[in-house]
């Protein structure tokens, strides 16, 4: 397996797992995430998306050239407030991989490698979201440190 970028150009290798991720959310928050966005919406968004020079994109990809996962990653800068550290921070925003390689490392082998360049760029504070039903994603946060620190909750008419 190997962890490469992927630029901005090459989003479409994404929809497939990314439209298995969000059907997900769909089946669990239908007023939340609307259902069944198409293809070319969705690279189109990932296109512009990526291009945006804070956030990366990292593809794990077998010998053969199958993509088997992907995370998508930014970094932002808090300013100091009286309330809050300042800080600079890696924030996952999306992390999947195909059903085929789940709970073969790929996710971790992810993980591992945003790590490693945060740390190269001197961040060492690493963040993610993920919702109470997705016990997968929060298993594999867990297995990389990652703790929750606070909770969301939201109403919806």
């Not at 073969?104 to 963040?127: F, P, T, W, Y």
């Not at 594999?140 to 990652?146: A, T």
Request: charged residues 20%; glycine residues 6%.
């Amino acid at each position: 397996m190997k962890i490469l970028p992927l630029p901005p150009e090459d989003a479409a290798r994404l929809v497939p797992l990314l439209q298995e991720l969000h059907a997900l959310h769909v089946q669990h928050h239908p007023a939340r995430y609307p259902a069944n966005p198409k293809d070319q919406v969705l690279t189109d968004w990932l296109q512009d998306w990526l291009s945006r020079e804070s956030l990366t994109a990292l593809i794990a990809e077998s010998p053969q050239g199958a993509l088997l996962g992907y995370v998508i990653y930014g970094i932002e800068t808090r300013p100091h407030e009286p309330l809050r550290s300042g800080e600079t921070r890696c924030m996952i925003h999306h992390i999947a991989v195909s059903k085929a390689f789940r709970r073969m490392g790929v996710g971790l082998a992810l993980l591992h490698e945003v790590k490693r360049q945060a740390k190269g760029q001197n961040i060492d504070s690493i963040a993610t979201s993920y919702a109470p039903f997705n016990t997968a994603s929060a298993a594999l946060s867990q297995s990389l440190g990652l703790l929750p620190v606070m909770t969301i909750a939201e109403w919806r008419a």
